[in-house]
């Protein structure tokens, strides 16, 4: 580590370079991490959150869902899966597979709420499955609503960055200016006596 210290001159950084530095570290290994997550799960959005109450009182709006790419012929009724939809182009929608048939070679589904009294418009193919829920996890995903409240992610995203940045310019002590005051001080002097 050391070494590795020594070749990037690391001492000789400003302060708010190496805050950038690791800002950046943590951008990378953030989104690398959900890209390894993404293949894992086979779907190019393996999380969702719950944006609607049509699937009270098994999911609340807020729970945030982990999803995982399923074969055609292994989603089953009675699965929760998250598919997009030309008649509700806000979101992914969250419904359960009410029925499945096998029509011309492909599977359909046909889906509902379980909040609601009637069936979705029509039925999915598999094209338009995002995923299937295997895991959810509650409140989580208010982040994400609030964040999507409109001017939100902007003024967050401001006191985040002042939060960083303001810390590199305040004047800070370094440990001569310590040394200093403490032989300058007749009372440091007579407790170290």
Request: charged share 20%; aromatic share 10%; net charge negative.
């Amino acid at each position: 580590m050391e070494k590795l210290r020594q070749r990037l001159k690391w001492d000789q950084w400003p302060e708010y370079g190496k805050t950038g530095f690791f800002i950046l570290i943590i951008v990378v290994a953030t989104f690398g991490g959900y890209g390894v997550f993404m293949v894992a799960m086979g779907t190019p959005s393996p999380l969702v959150v719950v944006t609607s109450d049509s699937m009270e009182t098994t999911l609340s709006r807020g729970h945030l869902l982990i999803l995982q790419s399923q074969a055609p012929e292994d989603i089953n009724v009675g699965e929760i899966i998250v598919y997009n939809a030309d008649w509700h182009t806000q979101a992914p929608v969250v419904h359960r597979v009410i029925q499945r048939d096998y029509v011309d070679g492909e599977y359909r589904y046909y889906t509902q709420g379980d909040n609601n009294n009637q069936p979705d418009p029509l039925y999915r193919t598999y094209d338009d499955i995002v995923g299937v829920v295997v895991f959810a996890i509650p409140w989580i995903g208010n982040v994400t609503l609030f964040l999507q409240t409109p001017g939100v992610l902007p003024v967050v995203l401001v006191l985040l960055l002042i939060l960083i940045i303001i810390p590199e310019f305040l004047p800070k002590k370094d440990e001569e200016d310590e040394e200093i005051e403490g032989k300058l001080d007749p009372e440091s002097d007579a407790l170290n006596a």
